[in-house]
């Protein structure tokens, strides 16, 4: 009695080589070993250039904070000359963060409502140019910004400020009384004008990256324009905005020539945002520096420090949120 043959198993296929790796018998071009070289350099030499910049701001701060005769967190006076200097940054960080958050409250929903009109509603004949006209807004020069919003924004918001007062002032934080309108409300619209087009710009490339088949779908089973995006489009923009958005906040945070044009600065906390007063970190810094002696110049460059590590978070929060969507963290690629 014949048996029957016996089937012998085939040997595990070999495991795929890395993407990266050359192939067999073939030589790495010396052009991509100049170019792995010139990237792996690049990279390495921003994050020695980073640490430099940390490093000396650490050192020069030690020295600041170890001589302040008052509580560098919570002290309302900036006085960093004289025997006993006494300097603090409570003032500097509330007005950073109020006049920021003022400027995301703004801009933020403008700049998404015109990403969406671009992206989604505005023709191609029109889109395509407003967009280059929103692209265009960030060239503007910082202290551009600055004039108009001291020689223009700063006379024409005495009507909004009285308005606020007939209408909010009861509230107390929208309380006016007299004088210019150089508030950290201002400094918050101003602001707010300047990261539009960042916010802007990132969201509508977002926005254009939704999925045709999800929008094309949901227009077959008869849903409106306005359904189509808040049901496939702004879902899948999420975090594109967000993101988006906090790179915007992290240019309002060390925004400094506008900031100092348009304000009026004290070290003072009022409760009302209409009036005139307060002070941020690049402010302070851009407009004692020159006069500072040594001690001084260590002092700004301790609250700066705060600033460069506030920046830092904002960032890099940003792009913890950019990388937990792959089509936007180039996983893809």
């Known amino acids: 009695m014949n048996s029957a043959p016996s089937i012998s198993s085939a040997p ?9 790796a050359p192939a067999a018998g073939r030589a790495v071009r010396p052009g991509d ?58 003032v500097l960080a509330f007005g950073t963060v109020v006049s920021s958050v003022i400027a995301m409250v703004i801009a933020v929903p403008v700049a998404v409502g015109i990403a969406l009109f671009i992206s989604h509603y505005a023709p191609r004949r029109l889109a395509s140019p407003l967009g280059y006209v929103i692209d265009l ?35 107390g934080v929208f309380a006016y009384g007299d004088g210019a309108a150089r508030s950290l409300f201002t400094v918050g619209i ?4 300047m990261i539009l087009p960042i916010v802007t710009s990132v969201s509508r490339e977002v926005f254009l990256q939704a999925p045709k088949m999800h929008e094309e779908a949901a227009l077959a089973l008869g849903a409106t324009r306005w359904e189509v995006i808040r049901m496939s489009v702004l879902p ?28 009026s600065p004290s070290f ?17 810094i851009a407009s004692k520096f020159s006069e500072a002696d040594e001690f001084g110049q260590d002092a700004l460059i301790a609250s700066g420090l705060v600033l460069f590590v506030i920046t830092l978070l904002v960032n890099g929060a940003a792009r913890l949120i950019i990388a937990r969507r792959k089509e936007y963290s180039g996983a893809n690629a």
Not at 154 to 168: A, F, K
Not at 236 to 263: D, H, K, Q
């Open 268 to 284: 003072l906390i009022n409760t009302s945002l209409l009036d005139p007063g307060g002070g941020t970190f690049a402010q302070n």
């Open 33 to 90: 070993r100049i170019f792995r070289g010139l990237t792996r350099g690049s990279g390495i030499a921003l994050l020695v250039i980073m640490a430099a910049i940390a490093a000396f701001l650490t050192v020069r701060s030690v020295i600041a904070i170890s001589g302040d005769h008052a509580n560098f967190l919570t002290y309302l006076d900036w006085s960093a000359t004289g025997t006993e200097p006494k300097f603090g940054i409570a």
């Open 190 to 193: 101003l602001l707010a004008i």
């Open 236 to 263: 899948f923009g999420r975090s594109g905005v967000i993101s988006a958005s906090m790179l915007g906040l992290g240019r309002a945070l060390g925004e400094t020539m506008a900031v100092a044009t348009v304000l």
């Open 12 to 20: 595990p296929p070999p495991p795929p080589a890395p993407a990266d």
């Open 137 to 171: 807004l960030a060239a503007v020069p910082s202290i551009i910004y600055g004039l108009w919003g001291a020689l223009f924004l700063v006379p024409h918001l005495t009507g909004l400020y009285g308005w606020l007062d007939d209408h909010l002032g009861w509230t």
